[in-house]
T-cell receptor, first 114, second 112 residues
């Protein structure tokens, strides 16, 4: 059972470099989202998608881009990395339900920007 | 500004002790969820509470949703080392039900 798969698990970037964090789910979930986790701040929503072709901003979207061309994949792009983007990033998916559905999370991607 | 504030931030107790973790907000939520996260892993759902005043039990864990649906608590009876982890409450933001905002988290350590 793969669930939600994130790659890479670890990445070190220099300021100004770009990269893409990959996220794939095999549960046919309509809803996918990206969170960042920083000490003492819990999880903060970056971007989310309610289905293929539909994306929207979360609480902290600046500096990040997303797209959703298929139901399965939801990549997160950093166009010009900054030290403030050093964090652990989590991708999550859920069935789209009337009430808050269960979020299934990947194992996380730890990003360090020097 | 976090919509959901948790207390305490850190809790270190011995095996067998009881504890309560709180999740508070000035906003009304249609439901609240509790997740547990272990090091190197993503959070895993423990429970969802949807009705004001609702109490749910999961073995030694008791979850309560406040009558006004602005707060929730998690009580653990006779804590065990396996309960160690980061506990997060979460509630849906307006718009999409799965668009969750998370609390600041409570890190629990249970020692022998």
């Amino acid at each position: 059972n793969a669930g939600v798969t994130q790659t890479p698990k670890f990445q070190v970037l220099k300021t100004g470099q770009s990269m893409t964090l990959q996220c794939a789910q095999d549960m046919n979930h309509e809803y996918m989202s990206w969170y960042r986790q920083d000490p003492g701040m819990g999880l903060r929503l970056i971007h989310y998608s309610v289905g293929a072709g539909i994306t929207d901003q979360g609480e902290v979207p600046n500096g990040y881009n997303v797209s959703r061309s298929t139901t399965e994949d939801f990549p997160l792009r950093l166009l010009s990395a900054a030290p403030s983007q050093t964090s652990v990033y989590f991708c999550a998916s859920s069935r789209r339900t009337g009430q808050a559905g269960e979020l299934f999370f990947g194992e996380g991607s730890r990003l360090t920007v020097l | 500004t976090q919509l959901l504030e948790q207390s305490p931030q850190f809790l270190s107790i011995q095996e067998g002790e009881n504890l309560t973790v709180y999740c508070n907000s000035s906003s009304v939520f249609s439901s609240l969820q509790w997740y547990r996260q272990e090091p190197g892993e993503g959070p895993v759902l423990l429970v969802t509470v949807v009705t004001g005043g609702e109490v749910k039990k999961l073995k030694r864990l008791t979850f309560q949703f406040g009558d006004a649906r602005k707060d929730s608590s998690l009580h653990i009876t006779a804590a065990q080392p396996g309960d160690t982890g980061l506990y997060l409450c979460a509630g849906p933001l307006t718009g999409t039900a799965s668009k969750l905002t998370f609390g600041t988290g409570t890190r629990l350590q249970v020692t022998l």
